[in-house]
């Protein structure tokens, strides 16, 4: 019997869910690999920050590693819907270089002795949800997220390099690599036509993230 085409519709995005879930699974559960070098591999680490220092330091990682937790969700929902090639290799290459950032913060964590947030499974499912939502809007839009997204992660990268002990130059390394990396990917954004989000969306977004910020530093 020859399959109706909403059937045929409904399989594929039955297949699609079953992927995510399954990459889903193996960002947050499985040490994830690094295509690139970190940006410290030459920086020995300071025998001066103490107990107090790597604790917070190593807080402040878990909060960006839980912010590149998001970002691969929201860059694979994004792409759920998406049907445009441009827009495709666009997100394609800004999710391969925020799998180095969170394998980078995966590992400076552990070296400050601290732990990944406990958040992070809702964290991702979650914004594979806004992802996908995005997608589905509009590609000026979908592109406009990512730029936003982009913008207001390179702010906070930026407020969490002034709270650094001076002693710290590896965690300052690595997050001035991701900051450059996500500069770069608000750039590719624009130029392939990103459209830009209202005022209430970016308040929106910036209240959800520092929500977000404060509690994964936490927990």
Request: include cysteine; charged fraction near 30%.
């Amino acid at each position: 019997m020859t399959k109706q085409p909403y059937q045929k519709i409904n399989l594929v995005i039955k297949d699609k869910i079953i992927e995510e879930v399954e990459a889903g699974l193996k960002i947050l559960f499985n040490t994830v690999q690094s295509s690139r070098k970190r940006p410290d591999i030459n920086i020995s680490n300071s025998k001066n920050l103490s107990p107090e220092t790597k604790k917070n330091h190593a807080k402040l990682m878990r909060v960006n590693h839980s912010g590149e937790i998001c970002a691969q969700a929201l860059y694979r929902g994004q792409l759920f819907f998406n049907k445009d090639k441009n827009i495709e290799k666009s997100l394609k290459n800004a999710a391969n270089e925020e799998l180095d950032h969170l394998a980078w913060c995966e590992q400076r964590i552990d070296e400050l002795g601290g732990k990944t947030s406990l958040l992070n499974p809702l964290l991702y499912f979650g914004s594979i949800g806004i992802g996908g939502i995005a997608s589905i809007i509009d590609n000026k839009y979908n592109l406009g997220f990512l730029a936003e997204t982009e913008k207001q992660v390179s702010s906070h990268l930026d407020s969490h390099i002034v709270k650094l002990s001076k002693e710290d130059i590896k965690t300052k390394k690595i997050l001035e690599q991701m900051r450059s990396d996500e500069y770069q990917h608000e750039i590719s954004a624009k130029k392939l036509g990103a459209a830009e989000l209202p005022k209430s969306i970016k308040k929106v977004m910036n209240f959800t993230s520092k929500i977000m910020t404060t509690i994964t530093y936490k927990i």
